[in-house]
C-alpha cells in the first residue's frame, strides 16, 4: 500500500515511527540490516492523527524505543515459531505426525478369540514330534475301525503222547514195581546181560528171573519230575539208552549218564499205562520189537505190577 499525500506514514507493530528530517543526521545513517523473521513483519499504513507533529520532538526517543521492543518481541515469536517441530520452516524429517493419526497399538491379548479363527501351522519340529509320537496303529488303512483283540487260540489235542504232560502217575518214587508191556500178559520188562528186554516171567519163574525183572522207582537224575529205574539186584546200576537201545549201566555221575537214564511217564490211552519218554530225546519212547527193548518214536504203553 502506498502513501497518500502527507497525512499517511508507514506504522510497524508496536508504535509510531516518525518521519526523519532529512538534515537530520539520522537520516545519512544506512539503512537497517533486516533481522530474522522481517519476511513475516506486517506493515500497516495507516493516516496519521492530525495532532501528531511531523517533525522531530521531545517523543521520539520513547518511540524509538518502543518501536525495538517490538521487533525484538516479534524476532523471539519468529525464532520460537521456526525453533519448535512442525513449526513454519521444520524440515520434513524433524515433523512428527499428528497424534490422531498413529495406529493405536493394541495388545495381542486383549484381542478376543474368534470361534472361527484359523488355527495356526504347527511347526517342522512339532510335525516331527507328532509323527513320532504317532502309534503304528494309526497308520493303518481303517483309521476308524477298531481293530480286535488279539485271542489266543488253544492248540487243538494232538493224538501223539509229545502234548500230554510228563508226571510219575503210576509210578510212585521208593515203590518196587515191574513193568509189563501192554497186549503181552505174564511178559516183564527185565534186563539180561546188561540188555534190556521183554521175557515171560511169572510166579514160578526162578528168582533171579524174578528180581531182574524188578526195579526200584526213583527220582529222575536229569530231572526230579520224572523217574530213574534202578535194578534191586545189582544196586547203583539204572536202565538207560545208548546208541538207541536200553541198557543196564552203572552210573558214572556225568550229565549224559543223568540224561540217558530219565524217563518221563506220560499216561496212556488206557487208564492203568504208561509210556517212557526218553527225557533228553523228547520224542523219542522205549518200544518192544521182537523181544528187544530200544528209543522209538513208535512208544509201546506199559502196565505197572506188583514185584514178583
Known sequence: MSTQGDSSAPLRVGGWIPPQDPASPESSLPPEAPTAG???TVVLHLPAPADTPTTSGPRRPVLTACAALGVLIITGIAAYTLGRPGGIGTPRFMAQPPASTAPAATPATTAPASAHAAEPL????????RETSTPAAAASPSAGARSKPATSKKPA???TPTTQAPHRGPLPVGSSAGLEP????????RHRNHRGRVDRITTRSSALDRADSTFAVRAGLADDSCVSLESTNYPGQFLRHRNSRLWLDRRDGSALYAADAT????EGRLGDSVLLRSKNYPDR???VRHGQVSLSRHATPFTVRPAL
Open 122 to 129: 504347527p511347526s517342522l519340529t512339532q510335525v516331527a514330534a
Open 38 to 40: 522481517a519476511a513475516d
Open 285 to 287: 519212547y522205549l518200544a
Open 182 to 189: 501192554s497186549g503181552m500178559p505174564g511178559y516183564r520188562l
Open 157 to 159: 489235542a494232538s493224538a
Open 263 to 266: 524217563f518221563c511217564p506220560v
